[in-house]
């Protein structure tokens, strides 16, 4: 009769069950949220184009509300006409008129011109152009010899001890004492950095032409140059970017294999910083770094003032208090876009998810109907018209986080917009900052997710 269990220490138990069910479930949930979202990044479209297109009734004002457009590069009815398929043999139409023309007669032998019916001698009566063909001429190389004039005086020779020599100046050389021309350089550059093509095996491609170039003679050729040239140009468009006051930035990972004092599985990273879209002359810069240290930005940076967009990185926000940080909308809005991808399709109207999606679309609907205007009439009328989905946003966002999971896809975007809404809202302050970083995003190269983000 020991083991009798009482009714109290059953509701205990069941109580207990109840809570370990729910917190497997919640486990459950997030496990299957995560294996979704790693299959629609390794194998899904990676177009920010929202996958539900229903109107949400009762987040805005009746008559304010519009269909939701998910994509942030371009609204519906300005989605670029199809091109329509070619025909068959249709490409030798599409060849660039400039390309020079050589033009082979076909014409018959004398022999043949007798007329099959009564023998009499046919004459040219018109041409046409049968067909047409792209002919490809591979590159060659030559040799350059410079012979200049020597210029004696006769007059000198006879009266003075030592004759007047003069001979003709040679012109600059682009590395002194080297066979390397400006043409030569500029190929071997176009096939690593352009065409991909890696030393070794251009060294194997000259080989094949009879001319034994070594990979370490192109690499010494690149090196040198890029001192000599390129690096005061990289100083001094440094020097002009930090001279504006609206920058962009972001990060990505990269892997660079023999980096001396790494290992070939370590990160390294590399930084772009551009100007905004105030500056008559753009500047996209790239700055190379074995690590992602707030050190690195700071570096770059010496010497700024104003304001920088970037991502939610925390190493931007270590930044001297005379740079202004200003957040990134569209990477809330790809958070909240990624949890609703995650979810079912039967689930996704009136989510949460779509929800937020929908206060971030009439943020970028705003800003698309602002394009072309001031700076001052973008300020004033985002303080009309902004502002009042941003306070209507942030009550949101506090309402729903108390009943979101916070490991969650869902939790994960509601709290990455609460722990930057400091900066998220800066853009307020000025008609020539921008809602979002994807102008420097578009200068960048790899998933801008992989990027680490501050939580």
């Known amino acids: 009769m020991e083991n009798v269990k009482t009714m109290d220490d059953l509701i205990i138990e069941n109580a207990a069950l109840k809570a370990e069910l729910a917190e497997v479930n919640q486990k459950l949930s997030w496990l299957m949220e995560q294996v979704s979202d790693y299959k629609r ?29 998910f994509d942030v590069a371009s609204r519906p ?72 004039t020597a210029y004696g005086c006769r007059k000198c020779e006879v009266s003075e001890e030592k004759p007047t020599i003069i001979k003709a100046p040679l012109p600059p050389q682009l590395i002194k004492g080297s ?71 972001d990060e990505t990972s990269l892997q660079v294999l023999n980096e001396p004092g790494k290992t070939p599985q370590s990160k390294s990273s590399m930084w772009v910083y551009r100007t905004s879209g105030d500056a008559g002359h753009p500047i996209i810069f790239y700055d190379y770094q074995p690590d992602k240290k707030k050190e690195r930005p700071r570096e770059f940076l010496r010497g700024f003032e104003g304001f920088l967009m970037t991502d939610g990185y925390a190493a931007y926000h270590s930044l001297p208090d005379n740079i202004v940080i200003v957040g990134c909308f569209a990477h809330v809005r790809r958070r909240f876009e990624s949890a609703l991808k995650c979810m079912k399709e039967k689930d996704r109207p009136g989510s949460l998810a779509s929800e937020g999606m929908l206060f971030c679309d009439k943020l970028f609907d705003i800003e698309r109907d602002l394009k072309g205007k001031s700076f001052e009439e973008k300020r004033s009328a985002r303080e009309e018209k902004s502002a009042p989905i941003l306070d209507a946003f942030r009550a949101w966002l506090d309402r729903a986080q108390p009943h979101v999971a916070p490991k969650s896809k869902l939790g994960e975007a509601i709290s990455y917009a609460l722990n930057q809404w400091e900066y998220l809202t800066r853009f307020l302050l000025d008609g020539r900052i921008e809602i979002s970083n994807n102008r420097c995003l578009s200068s960048s190269f790899g998933d801008p997710q992989d990027s680490p983000k501050a939580a």
């Open 179 to 249: 066979m390397c021309s400006a043409e030569t350089l500029a190929h071997i550059a176009a096939q690593k950095c352009v065409m991909g093509i890696p030393l070794y095996r251009q060294e194997q491609d000259w080989k094949r032409n009879g001319i034994p170039l070594a990979r370490q003679t192109m690499a010494s050729w690149l090196i040198r140059c890029s001192q000599d040239y390129l690096e005061p140009i990289y100083s001094e468009l440094h020097r002009l970017l930090l001279s504006h006051h609206f920058l962009h930035s």
């Open 41 to 69: 990044r390794r194998y899904g479209s990676v177009s920010e184009k929202g996958v539900y297109s229903g109107v949400q009734v009762g987040l805005f004002e009746e008559g304010q509300a519009k269909p939701m457009v």
């Open 77 to 148: 009815d300005q989605a670029p006409a199809k091109e329509r398929p070619r025909k068959r043999g249709e490409m030798s139409t599409r060849l660039p008129d400039n390309l020079p023309v050589e033009t082979i007669e076909c014409v018959l032998p004398e022999d043949d011109r007798d007329c099959p019916v009564c023998g009499n001698e046919m004459v040219a009566i018109g041409k046409e152009v049968a067909r047409r063909e792209l002919k490809i001429i591979p590159a060659k190389a030559i040799i350059t010899e410079y012979s200049r």
